[in-house]
């Protein structure tokens, strides 16, 4: 299927490894200039070099920000050209406590995770909508609408992801721009991985063990029994980019493995 992203333009907050980094690579192998992200130069620039090794004539550059300094989201907002496709997919997580998690870790969460999309949508939204063609969408979790115990500030943010989308999406009526979001499950990411390789070799268990330990323990509920690969959630943020997909728009799509029991 063509779906017709040749030549536009996308930028992906938080792209260096993980489901970022699976979004750039499907949309490079579909013909689109990718700006990738990441937190330090060092990051972004073996993203970069890695990307163009799995796609020699792929168009690919990066730029180095981290969202939770003020002025480099400044200088990123001055760095970006016009741009055909937004993915606000940078965030950060961690297990803690509801009474142990501090003011400041509120803000931080409530910054990178979330004004991180607000600040990227309200500069490349106008200039969508007066070109009448573009796509944004926030990378959420399944995590916004199941809140864990023990991540209620992560779950915050992937909720307020919800909304910020849906409410984009209305000023884009009659138009040919779209804002959606994704709402993925368990993934596997390169994160996830490494911790779960270091508690596997200190338990002497096999990496699948673990996994398989972990799913029946957290998700038992889940219809697809494991972790999700970050290539199958690009697989939808990729359709949803193209202009294919211009009847949704304003929705919140599953990814989640079937963990989520609502209909």
Known sequence: ?????????????GSTQGIGFAIA???LQEGVKVIINGRTIEKVNSAVNKLKDLVPNGDVSGIATDFFIPEEVDLLE????????????????????????????????????????????????????????????????????????????????KT??????????KLTKGTEVTVNTVLGGPTYSDGVAETIEQIA???????????????EATNPHSLIQRFIEPTEIANLVTYLCSPLAIATNGSSLRADGGVLRTI
């Open 1 to 13: 299927m063509d779906l017709k992203l040749k030549n536009k333009t996308a930028f992906i907050s």
């Open 25 to 27: 690579l499907q949309l």
């Open 78 to 157: 001055k760095q970006l050209p016009e741009l055909d496709i937004l993915i606000n997919n940078v965030g950060i997580f961690e297990q803690q406590s509801f009474i142990d998690i501090t003011n400041d870790d509120w803000r931080r969460f409530f910054e990178i995770n979330v004004m991180s999309g607000v600040r990227l949508s309200r500069v490349a939204l106008p200039k969508m909508i007066a070109n009448n063609q573009g796509r944004i969408l926030f990378i959420s979790s399944e995590s916004a609408v199941n809140v864990p115990e023990n991540m209620i500030h992560y779950g915050m943010t």
């Open 201 to 215: 070799a200190a338990q002497q268990m096999t990496t699948h063990q673990l996994k398989s330990a972990i799913i």
């Open 160 to 169: 307020a992801m919800l909304s910020i989308a849906n409410g984009l999406s």
